[in-house]
DNA sequence: TCGCTGACTAAGCGCTTGCTCAGCATGCTG
DNA sequence: CAGCATGCTGAGCAAGCGCTTAGTCAGCGA
């Protein structure tokens, strides 16, 4: 592990570069916590505490702990996608794209397994225009990966009887790495998405 | 859908019989609060209400908040292994059992989506003593899920390189419907279960 | 008729929550 | 140097939390 899933995702951020780092402490703070113990069961004293400062200060960078929480899942679905649309628009038929997205994707809800947790978990909690905007990135997401399953069907290197179906197992398979996999886990994560690209081509009806 | 997926889960409680309806509505309330808005963004005035009573009745039939929740997510893992078990324990082959553990354990996450969620998603806010006994609850699952494919590995009848890896994929998938699927969607619990049936096995490199 | 029990409620206690605000040190600018 | 913006703190407010308490009342055996 090289660098923490929250540095991957704050290039990502707009203006990120022009920010206090405290904004980024607290970031990095709110993603640990809400991954940990959930939105509600954390509180902003947790979240200032672990980023070395008082309650108080948090609202200098922050609205409210709900913007926190928006900004972390609108910053985690758009690097989603983004992987999964340089994955899906990549080099190779079908099939290789395919195992490259899959492979891509397990290693990032691995790796990232904090993020993928608030991003995948705490949807609930976001407000509703926060809401809004990473329902259309999820579809988005989902609409990426069916698109690749109908090419492959179309060029004969897939079977698929229902591709809603398929794209649903697909990113669920992925999604869910985030909610068990831990870094006592024995696989690396690129052992991980080596090992699921090869399963989800096979059902796929992928020749292997 | 015949029933809600409470009273699926309701006759597996210890003394179900004997006890007051009261109790049943609390559970229920409890159910659709906590998996609707998670553990910690319900109030006991929430399932109460719910409930139609006082939040002072709440604590007649349970000790605390945490208690409900421990009943719930008990009840629920013993509801599966229950499931599996039996699945994994029918006539056939391994091929076959193994499509009829997939569609019954799609099937139950799907129409017990609500159950499911608490089941799954809370576990961080159980008490620790509750968390011991359900933690071994999953574990048994997993290992009955590991046993099936090994014993389709050793029939000839599954090509798996990785047995828990596969193992995992199998459950996540299963377990993951109970995030996404809602009763807008387009797909019964058993057409579902069917596909997924046949998703994995060729995920498992049965011959189909 | 009686005392008793079990299910329930109205009221509210002690505490924590998200968030605010007056004030303070620091460092940049004219 | 004064003036001011910036980043922050200590103290604390209003609201809401889980849970408790004192008391009501219907039902029941003796």
Redesign the pocket.
């Known amino acids: 592990m090289t660098s923490t899933p929250i540095a991957d995702l704050w290039p990502t951020l707009p203006g990120a570069d022009t920010r206090?780092e405290?904004a980024y402490r607290l970031l990095q703070a709110a993603v640990e916590s809400f991954a940990e113990r959930g939105f509600h069961a954390?509180?902003?004293?947790d979240i200032?505490t672990a980023a070395?400062?008082?309650?108080?200060?948090l609202?200098?960078?922050y609205q409210?702990?709900?913007a926190l929480l928006a900004e972390i899942s609108q910053a985690g679905h758009a690097a989603t996608l983004t992987l999964v649309r340089g994955a899906a628009a990549g080099e190779g038929g079908p099939a290789e794209r395919m195992r490259r997205l899959v492979e891509q994707f397990t290693v990032w809800h691995a790796r990232a397994r904090t993020v993928g947790r608030v991003v995948n978990y705490e949807l609930h909690a976001l407000p509703e225009d926060a809401y809004a905007v990473v329902a259309a990135l999820r579809l988005d997401i989902e609409r990426e990966v069916s698109e690749l399953i109908e090419a492959g069907v179309a060029a004969g290197d897939f079977q698929v009887s229902e591709v809603r179906t398929a794209a649903r197992a697909v990113t669920s398979l992925g999604i869910d790495v985030s909610r068990w996999y831990t870094e006592r886990s024995s696989e690396t994560p690129e052992e991980l998405g080596r090992r699921y690209g090869e399963l989800v081509l096979r059902m796929l009806g992928a020749r292997v």
Chains 1, 2 share one sequence.
């Open positions: 206090p405290a954390t509180t902003t004293r200032a070395g400062m008082s309650p108080a200060a609202y200098i960078h409210s702990k709900a």
